[in-house]
């Protein structure tokens, strides 16, 4: 530990100790200061908490580098100031406020709607906690300028978060988000924040909400005759402590599925999580009890959404009985086939309808987008961005769905955000129907890969730790930018793609284009002749460089399914040797 680091850091504490903090936190930083291991003083004081183009994520407590009430407050009154300039010639300007089941979530969603409310803008709160897609639904909905949830997704429990969103219902891009990070640097202390509310200025919501919201969620079902069918499906749903329970079960009942199955231990709403080690339905640790239940009950599927539900997995049978996980990649896969066959078969599927997806998600949803001759488009990692497409499209063309393969999915353009409200309620149809149709989920996804080709994706990151480690990600970068790779485990590179400098070389042709994207990305991407896709980016949180690899395989019949999941896993094994990864 650096002398001079330690000086600045109690320098910084002693201003908060000094400043017109409350005596609760003034305590905790006496008990810091007085400490002999002054760790937990440097972890809180040593940097301010950044508020990004994805708002505010950080560990609870008090410090400049903790999520606390002046953390969150200086995020609010900075974000109502933007509002204020950005719309002074509106009357009445409004937000949405919602918060999900961690500790603290309630506290922060009430003392931001105080510094809003302070600030002359309408506050609509939500009474309890909900879903975030709710709030994303309830801001265009309610007409507002914006809106935030107070979740930090699937972190931690030590974890809390701040999202801010548009008046469409989407998180914020250029130039909101950097216009507001501006706004909540110039905060510099509690005297900045207006933290006495004006208590007629926030109304109160919750039902109102729920039932327009669910309403509109039954817009988008394609089989209604295969619910009523299947009604007795076997639906096992754990909400992982979260919000889901608010809204989930109650969804799948509503259209009609009357077995919805809960697990129980894991419906108690808890910042605590304590069943699981990480409530993220992308670990296979957190669908265990769930899994444990569709056993015991022989449930169709396992259904979880995480702590804000807007991400779902879920788990299935396979051709021996076994209960499987199925990834994002694979859900999206299902989705978007399911929505395209249904659509076509029912007449509505029109040269106009577009997808979505992220450009590191599975190129095998692309090619079922072709098949069907509707255009997928490409954009960067986040909901943000599938948010954005819609809106260049608006009025346009009509979006019919799009996902990433980090487990979420947006059904229908009503929500701007990941949605498993509405994707568990899209499942269960789309296991009612596979049902209909003498299939189980593992058999409609396997004749979709005898259909398009097998496919399977891995991600590998790799940790470089401090100022050295950041150079030599910068350096393992450069080194693919001069001197990519001419083949990847054998197949010849023909395509590269990258999105710092937005242009695709095509190496067969040796033609150079454009890449219509509306910013810059520090994103490379390989495709070989084999079908082979490498995408290769620094994280933007983490110190990891991030690999995301897609091999492909043929699949003649379901019977060649194991065959083909082996080859690709050796395939994998060859492009990391390839790549010294």
């Not at 409530?279 to 444990?292: F, R, S, T, Y």
């Not at 997928?376 to 009509?398: H, L, N, P």
């Not at 991407?525 to 084999?530: K, L, P």
């Amino acid at each position: 530990m650096s002398k001079d680091l330690l000086e600045n850091v109690i320098a910084k504490a002693q201003t908060w100790l000094n400043g017109n903090y409350n005596a609760e936190t003034k305590a905790e930083i006496k008990r810091m200061l007085e400490a002999d291991d002054k760790t937990e003083l440097i972890e809180s004081f040593y940097k301010d908490l950044e508020f990004g183009t994805g708002g505010l994520r950080g560990i609870m407590g008090v410090g400049s580098n903790r999520m606390n009430i002046y953390t969150v407050g200086a995020a609010t009154q900075g974000l109502s100031n933007y509002l204020k300039r950005e719309f002074a010639d509106l009357e009445q300007i409004s937000v949405v406020v919602g918060h999900d089941c961690r500790n603290n979530s309630r506290l922060f969603a009430e003392i931001s709607a105080d510094i809003f409310s302070a600030n002359g803008i309408k506050v609509y709160l939500f009474e309890s906690l909900r879903p975030t897609p709710e709030m994303s639904f309830a801001i265009r909905h309610l007409g507002c300028q914006s809106g935030i949830i107070l979740t930090a997704s699937h972190n931690p429990k030590e974890y809390n978060g701040y999202k801010a969103y548009w008046n469409d219902g989407a998180q914020m891009i250029a130039p909101h988000d950097m216009n507001v990070i501006a706004e909540v640097a110039k905060i510099k202390g509690p005297d900045d924040i207006k933290f006495e509310g004006n208590k007629s200025l926030i109304h109160i919501i919750g039902e109102d909400i729920d039932k327009v919201y669910l309403e509109q969620i039954k817009t988008i079902f394609l089989s209604p005759d295969s619910i009523k069918r299947n009604a007795d499906l076997k639906i096992v749903y754990t909400p992982i402590h979260g919000t889901g329970i608010k809204l989930i079960p109650r969804c799948l009942q509503e259209i009609g599925f009357k077995n919805v199955i809960l697990v129980d231990e894991q419906c108690v709403v808890s910042g605590d999580f304590p069943t699981v080690v990480s409530p993220n339905p992308e670990e296979p640790a957190a669908l265990d009890m769930a899994i444990k239940k569709a056993k015991e009950v022989d449930a169709d599927i396992v259904m979880a959404s995480d702590p804000d539900a807007d991400r779902m997995g879920i788990a299935i049978k396979n051709d021996k009985g076994e209960w499987i996980l199925v990834n994002g990649n694979q859900t999206d896969l299902m989705f978007t086939y399911y929505i395209l066959r249904r659509r076509k078969e029912l007449g509505i599927l029109d040269k106009s309808d577009f997808m979505v997806k992220t450009i590191v998600t599975s190129e095998l949803i692309k090619d079922v987008c072709n098949k069907f001759n509707i255009e997928m488009f490409d954009c960067y990692t986040g909901f943000k961005w599938i948010a954005s497409v819609i809106r260049e499209q608006e009025g346009k063309r009509k979006f019919i769905g799009g996902g990433e393969e980090s487990y979420g999915y947006m059904p229908a353009d009503f929500v701007r955000d990941k949605d498993a409200v509405a994707s568990c309620a899209l499942m269960a149809e789309l296991t009612a129907w596979a049902k209909d149709n003498g299939k189980t989920l593992f058999e409609l996804l396997q004749d979709i890969y005898v259909e398009f080709g097998f496919s399977k994706e891995k991600g590998v990151s790799i940790v470089k730790k401090g100022k050295e480690g950041a150079d030599e990600i910068q350096q393992m970068m450069k080194k693919f930018r001069v001197n990519p790779p001419k083949e990847i485990a054998g197949s010849p590179v023909i395509v590269i793609k990258d999105y710092h400098f937005l242009q695709q070389n095509n190496l067969l042709t040796g033609d150079r284009t454009e890449l219509d994207f509306p910013e810059s990305s520090n994103v490379l991407q390989f495709f070989t002749e084999d079908g082979t896709k490498v995408s290769v980016r620094p994280s933007g949180t983490e110190p990891k460089i991030k690999f995301y690899i897609e091999v492909r395989a043929k699949m003649n019949s379901r019977s060649d399914y194991d065959e083909a999941e082996a080859s690709v896993l050796r395939k994998i094994e060859a492009v990391r040797q390839s790549l010294g990864i």
